[in-house]
């Protein structure tokens, strides 16, 4: 009996058709990313950032009002609401648009619990800045090491 075996490498980029069409019936019966809690990850355009002592949040929110915005802290939970507005110039037809008008709400969860009550918020030329202080249990600790065995109950030295 001979023991032939074939091995196949799949090449790159390229997937079995029953594979690609059980992705297209997956992702066509989900809701998009966008529309999630992706955890860590905002839908806006945004970056986050963090510090020995702060997170860092930065978000794209073009034609947002000030006045407009909602922001809310709660253990680790960052939650924008708001609305934004970029008028169509008068007489004008759409060929693509990526801004969006209209309301907003996003919650996205931070890797640590924050201390809202010290967090602050600046908003320049259409960027949001959030920095949410780490709440103290949360930070970081460095445990030192001692060199004495600790003693153990009912042991004689």
């Known amino acids: 009996?001979?023991?032939?075996?074939?091995r196949y490498n799949q090449p790159a980029g390229l997937m079995p058709l029953s594979e690609?069409?059980?992705?297209?019936?997956?992702?066509?019966?989900?809701?998009?990313?966008?529309?999630?809690n992706a955890f860590t990850r905002s839908s806006f355009g945004s970056n986050l950032y963090e510090t020995d002592d702060n997170y860092i949040?930065?978000?794209?929110?073009?034609?947002?009002k000030v006045d407009d915005l909602?922001?809310?802290?709660?253990?680790?939970?960052l939650t924008l609401r708001g609305k934004t507005e970029v008028a169509m110039p008068e007489g004008a037809r759409s060929i693509w648009v990526g801004l969006g008008s209209g309301e907003f709400s996003e919650a996205v969860?931070?890797?640590g619990?924050?201390?809202?009550e010290k967090a602050?918020?600046?908003?320049?030329?259409?960027?949001?800045t959030l920095t949410l202080p780490k709440s103290e249990?949360?930070?970081?600790?460095?445990?030192?090491?001692g060199t004495q065995p600790a003693a153990i109950e009912g042991e004689k030295k």
């Open 20 to 36: 690609a069409l059980d992705r297209l019936f997956r992702d066509a019966f989900t809701w998009p990313q966008a529309f999630s």
């Open 109 to 111: 969860t931070l890797p």
């Open 57 to 64: 949040m930065q978000v794209l929110l073009p034609g947002a």
């Open 120 to 128: 602050s918020a600046h908003y320049h030329d259409g960027v949001l």
């Open 70 to 77: 909602e922001i809310t802290a709660r253990d680790n939970v």
């Open 137 to 145: 249990r949360s930070k970081v600790r460095t445990i030192k090491v």
């Open 113 to 116: 619990e924050v201390d809202a």
């Open 1 to 6: 009996m001979a023991n032939n075996i074939t």
